[in-house]
Nanobody
Framework: QVQLVESGGGLVQPGGSLRLSCAASGSIFRLNTMGWYRQAPGKQRELVATMSESDGTNYADSVKGRLTLSRDNAKNTVYLQMNSLKPEDTAVYYC????????????????WGQGTQVTVSS
């Protein structure tokens, strides 16, 4: 079993920055693909960024150039650095992971974190 625990959310003004963390524990050797999804009120959960063995790191068009996904294997932690934040980035952000070697998607996610709220507002 794998546990994912997110942290780092909060309230930030437009143009500001936040760094989200996702710490993995348990059978982490099974994790080959990881990433972040987000869900805004009244909207479907959407992919933000992914990292997999097969095709590296990928981002949603809406966040390219502003968000950066990275991984610290020694700490079993994935980070999402978010810069130049916009009000439309407001959502609950979820860490997700799976054992597939393919790009992370709703079809191969096996583990979810509990979510962390990000609010971008002046």
């Amino acid at each position: 079993q794998v546990q994912l625990v997110e942290s780092g959310g909060g309230l930030v003004q437009p143009g500001g920055s936040l760094r989200l963390s996702c710490a993995a524990s348990g059978s982490i050797f099974r994790l080959n693909t990881m990433g972040w999804y987000r869900q805004a009120p009244g909207k479907q959960r959407e992919l933000v960024a992914t990292m997999s063995e097969s095709d590296g790191t990928n981002y949603a068009d809406s966040v390219k150039g502003r968000l950066t996904l990275s991984r610290d294997n020694a700490k079993n932690t994935v980070y999402l650095q978010m810069n130049s934040l916009k009000p439309e980035d407001t959502a609950v952000y979820y860490c997700a992971a799976g054992s597939s070697f393919s790009r992370l998607s709703l079809h191969n996610i096996e583990y979810w974190g509990q979510g962390t709220q990000v609010t971008v507002s002046s």
